[in-house]
């Protein structure tokens, strides 16, 4: 059975012929898998392996490094919540405590539409406290601004980020490729249209 969809795979196509070093192609490859399938697979991870002609345990080690990349599964929502420094003086703790409180602890939330994660510094340290949905970033955030923003996504309707990653994947993924750091910095200004809160 097909790991990736047939889309997928022609992303994968085009990748490995953008890069002249094979290895160059990993962090996008991973994004697109997880982006179709939720989370990395111990399957997608081998496949990916295999077509960049990497040892599995040098996909792992990446994955491993890039908070943003997960091999267990997560919510539909996956909540990324700051205790860095920044974060910390400017009460990023008691954000953390409030998402556990709304969101329990764990990998998803009961219903599956939300999973939490305590990170460090996710590139936002001047509006701190700060979290991350998906690609999604919110600031100066408040236990109060948390629950709006919680449940605009539980409605259906993702508020309007204070930044975001383009929800483009492929945008998405040439981020990831181009840093060298790690570092999951805020980018451009979200796509119009959506709620405030
Ligand atoms: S310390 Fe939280 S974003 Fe940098």
Redesign the pocket.
Known sequence: MAIFSPALEERFRKLLEAYPVKRSALVPMLLYAQDELGWLTPEAISAIAARLELPEIAVRETIGYYTMLRTQPAGRYHVQV???????L?G?NRILEHCRQRLGEGPASEDGVFSLEEV??????S????IQVNYDFFHDLTPERVDRILEAYRRGAPPQPDASYASNAATTAGQAASSSNGSSGAAAKGPSGKEGA
Do not use: D, F, V
Not at 82 to 88: A, G, Q, Y
Not at 127 to 130: D, E, F, K
């Open positions: 700051c205790t860095n420094i920044s974060c910390l400017r990023g460090e510094c996710m590139g936002a340290c509006w701190a406290p700060a």
